[in-house]
């Protein structure tokens, strides 16, 4: 059941209407990474969580980079105790053949890429994300599979989003 839950007769507040909306970031600009491996925060793919909640994570990422060549790889940082379980639908890294590949995993997932400028790829994060006792903040963390001159991009307009579930 969505959150939060409702009685017979309770009393609709402002703050109870907000709770219910999902906590939604999207990409204001692009952010290219060449040459490097190690997982960095995204700029704009932060979204707040509580103490003590449950959250379904979706999300669309637009990206590209050389082709079968730096690929894509991604993680999250969370609050202390917290904990995920995510997959990526996305094309097979290191593969020139453009297959999709599903993964689920608590750590960093890959992706493929297959050229740079109209050769776009497209992601589907999804998961579902359990927040011990300390509130924070769910960032996005990506870079480059494997080090590359040519620059992996993640595009503006990419986004997550969270719905609390309780």
Avoid: C
Wanted: charged content about 10%; aromatic content about 10%; proline content about 4%.
């Amino acid at each position: 059941m969505p959150y939060p839950s409702w009685t017979a007769g309770q009393r609709v507040t402002a703050a109870m209407l907000t709770a219910m909306q999902m906590t939604t970031a999207v990409k204001a600009a692009n952010t290219s990474r060449a040459s490097t491996t190690t997982l960095a925060a995204d700029p704009h793919l932060v979204l707040p969580v509580a103490a003590g909640a449950t959250y379904l994570l979706d999300g669309w990422l637009e990206y590209d980079g050389a082709f079968g060549a730096g690929d894509f790889k991604a993680d999250w940082t969370l609050p202390a105790g917290a904990t995920i379980r995510w997959g990526l639908h996305a094309n097979a890294a290191g593969d020139t053949t453009q297959k999709y590949a599903s993964s689920t995993a608590a750590g960093t997932l890959t992706a493929g890429t297959y050229g740079v400028g109209s050769f776009a790829n497209g992601a589907r994060p999804a998961g579902y994300l359990v927040i011990g006792g300390t509130a924070g903040n769910a960032t996005f963390r990506w870079a480059q599979n494997a080090s590359n001159a040519t620059a992996t991009t993640l595009y503006a307009g990419s986004w997550m989003r969270l719905l609390r579930q309780t």
